[in-house]
């Protein structure tokens, strides 16, 4: 399976960050697998960029670390 990381905080499908709006992991508000980036509902403030196409990571995250070798 494809995971993808917040480009506001890094967290990604195994390490859902906490939601403070609904108290409990965040979800994807916007999601691309195919570039293995989204935006979760803990970084609303992201979605802003991410509409108009940036892609970028605001954290360090190592995109290629996450599968098992
Ligand atoms: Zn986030
Ligand atoms: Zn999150």
Known sequence: MQIAHCIGCGCHDY??????????????LAVDYAARVGVCSACPDE??????????????????GDHPR
């Open 15 to 28: 390490a859902a960050c906490h939601d403070e709006a609904t108290g409990g992991p965040c979800s994807w």
């Open 47 to 64: 979605l802003e960029r991410w509409r108009q196409g940036d892609r970028e990571l605001a954290v360090p995250v190592d995109l290629h």
